[in-house]
């Protein structure tokens, strides 16, 4: 069984920065994506940032100010943000797409339990 923890979330403000991370455990054979989510109070959840084997993208409302970054070996992903402004508060998810040892062809989607992250103006 696979499991994504985040940690990082946290109150900063305005203009300050905070790192996210996520650690992925389990009996992982591979992983394909991992991405970093927000859903902020009544609003869908949206696509952060992604990073695959071959590419890292961006929504446009955090490009320049947020980093994501992988640690291959240590099955992480991390997300550095810079220049947080209030409209970054939000619950922060790790999502990644993950194939097990048992089965290695097969790849599902998990997502870690969220972590806050609040910036006061």
């Known amino acids: 069984q696979v499991q994504l923890v985040e940690s990082g979330g946290g109150l900063v403000q305005a203009g300050g920065s905070l790192r996210l991370s996520c650690a992925a455990s389990?009996?992982?054979?591979?992983?394909?994506?991992m991405d970093w989510y927000r859903q902020a109070p009544g609003k869908q959840r949206e696509l952060v940032a992604r990073?695959?084997?071959?590419?890292?993208t961006y929504d446009d409302s955090v490009k320049g100010r947020f980093t994501i970054y992988r640690d291959t070996a240590k099955n992480m992903v991390y997300m550095q943000m810079n220049s947080l402004t209030p409209e970054d508060k939000a619950v922060y998810y790790c999502?990644?797409?993950?194939?097990?040892?048992?089965?290695?062809?097969?790849?599902?989607?998990?997502w870690g339990q969220g972590t806050q992250v609040t910036v006061s103006s």
């Open positions: 990073t695959t084997s071959g590419s890292i």
């Open positions: 389990g009996s992982i054979f591979s992983i394909n994506t």
């Open positions: 999502n990644a797409v993950i194939a097990f040892l048992r089965n290695p062809t097969a790849y599902n989607t998990y």
